[in-house]
C-alpha cells in the first residue's frame, strides 16, 4: 500500500508554488491535490499497490497527555489566521470530494494524526506486502526497523534509507521534536509555550554515553515523556484498534465516478490521464 502523509504534502505542495494561499482560487488548489494523488499512483502503484490518504483529526491522543504538544505549531498559525482557515477550509472540501468520487482509501480517526494511522498500517500489514510512507518527515524513519517498509520523501524527491532505525529513534526521543513542541529530555515541559524559557544544550557526547550506558535516573521522567510521544510503538491499543476498524470498512468512491467529478470540475488536463486515477 502506498500511505500518502496527506496534509503534510499536500501543504508543501501547494506553499511551493504559491507564497500567499489568499490569491489562490479553489479550483487551482482542487487541482493541485488531485494530481498530486494521480502522481503518486502513477509512479508507485505497480510495486506498492493503491492510494491510502490518511488525515490528521483535530484533537490528537498525544494532547491529552501532553496539553503542550503542537502549541507552538497553533502559535504560528494563528498569525496568519485568515490564509491557514482558507486553506484547511479548501482542503476539507476537497478530502470529502475524493472521499465521494475516488476509489482510494481516506481515512480520518478520531484522535489520531496521520502519523498513528501510517504507524498502525505499516506496522499491521508490513508482512503481507510492501508499504510504501509518502512524506518528508524523517519520524517515520523509525519504522524501518521493520522489513518491507520503505519512505519516499516529497521534498528531497528521493527515497529516504534509515541504516539504523533503533539509533535513530534512541536520538529522537533524546533530543525531542521542536516541530511538535516536544523538548529534549533536559528541559521542561513547556519550554516551547514559556518565553522565559530556553533549551538545555544536549550534546553528542552525552548521546553517546547513554547510548552505551542508559540514560540517568535523573532523566528518565523525561525520557518516559518523550518516549511516549515520539515512539510509534507506544500508539495507545484503543487508537490502533480503531484505525484497524475503520481500515476494515469499504470506501464511498468508485472507478465510474471519477471521469464526471473531473468534467464537473473542468479539470481538463487531468481528464487526459483520467486512467491513472483508477
Not at 78 to 97: A, C, G, M, S, Y
Not at 192 to 199: P, W, Y
Request: with cysteine.
Amino acid at each position: 500500500m502506498i500511505l500518502i502523509d496527506n496534509t503534510q504534502i499536500l501543504i508543501a505542495s501547494i506553499f511551493s508554488q504559491y507564497k500567499n494561499i489568499n490569491n489562490v482560487s479553489e479550483d487551482v488548489i482542487r487541482h493541485i491535490v488531485i494530481n498530486t494523488y494521480r502522481m503518486y499512483r502513477t509512479r508507485f502503484k505497480e510495486e506498492y499497490g493503491d492510494l491510502v490518504i490518511c488525515q490528521d483529526s483535530a484533537n490528537p491522543w498525544r494532547r491529552e497527555i501532553f496539553p503542550q504538544y503542537k502549541a507552538n505549531r497553533k502559535k504560528a498559525h494563528d498569525k496568519d489566521k485568515e490564509q491557514w482557515d482558507k486553506i484547511f477550509e479548501v482542503l476539507t472540501k476537497i478530502r470529502q470530494e475524493v472521499m465521494e468520487n475516488f476509489p482510494f482509501k481516506n481515512m480520518r480517526v478520531d484522535r489520531c494524526e496521520a502519523d498513528d494511522i501510517i504507524a498502525t498500517l505499516a506496522k499491521n500489514f508490513h508482512q503481507h506486502e510492501k508499504i510504501l510512507i509518502v512524506s518528508s518527515d524523517k519520524d517515520f524513519q523509525q519504522l524501518q526497523r521493520f522489513p518491507n517498509i520503505y519512505q519516499f520523501s516529497p521534498i528531497h524527491k528521493d527515497f529516504l534509507k534509515c541504516e539504523n532505525p533503533q539509533k535513530h529513534l534512541f536520538e529522537h526521543i533524546l533530543r525531542g521534536d521542536t516541530g511538535d513542541g516536544v523538548p529534549n529530555i533536559l528541559s521542561d515541559d513547556d519550554t516551547f509555550v514559556n518565553d522565559t524559557k530556553r533549551q538545555k544544550p544536549l550534546s553528542a557526547k552525552k548521546i553517546n554515553n547513554w547510548a552505551f550506558y542508559g540514560v540517568p535516573s535523573e532523566h528518565e521522567r523525561n525520557y518516559d515523556r518523550n518516549k511516549n510521544l515520539v515512539d510509534l510503538a507506544y500508539i495507545p491499543e484503543e487508537i490502533e484498534r480503531n484505525i484497524l476498524n475503520e481500515y476494515a470498512l469499504p470506501y464511498a468512491g468508485n472507478k465510474g465516478k471519477v471521469f464526471d467529478y473531473l468534467v464537473k470540475n473542468n479539470m481538463k488536463l487531468i481528464l487526459e490521464s483520467v486512467d491513472e486515477l483508477i
